[in-house]
C-alpha cells in the first residue's frame, strides 16, 4: 500500500534529484523509496505477540517498550516476593 509523504527539501537539491530521475528513468518517489529502502534494510520492526496487538488502541506505550523485557520483570517481581 503506498501512502503520501511531504518533504521539506533544499530546492536546489530538488531540482538535482529530478534531473537525475529523468535521466535514469525513475520517479523521485521511487528514488526517495529505494534510498529509504536500503537504508532501513536489515531494520525490522519490534515483534508485537497477538495478545499485545488486541488491546493496541487502548493503552499507549513508550517507544522503546520492550513485552519480553517487562514481562520478565513482572515475573521476577511476582516470584521474588
Excluded at 32 to 49: A, I, N
Amino acid at each position: 500500500m503506498n501512502k503520501k509523504l511531504t518533504l521539506s527539501l533544499n530546492e536546489a537539491v530538488i531540482e538535482k534529484a529530478k534531473l537525475y530521475a529523468e535521466n535514469t528513468g525513475n520517479s523521485l518517489s521511487g528514488l526517495v523509496e529505494d534510498y529509504f529502502e536500503k537504508l532501513t534494510g536489515s531494520y525490522s520492526l519490534p515483534k508485537v505477540s497477538e495478545r499485545l496487538k488486541a488491546i493496541a488502541g487502548k493503552i499507549e506505550l513508550p517507544d522503546n517498550f520492550d513485552e519480553d523485557v517487562e514481562l520478565r520483570k513482572a515475573m521476577e517481581e511476582k516470584h521474588l516476593k
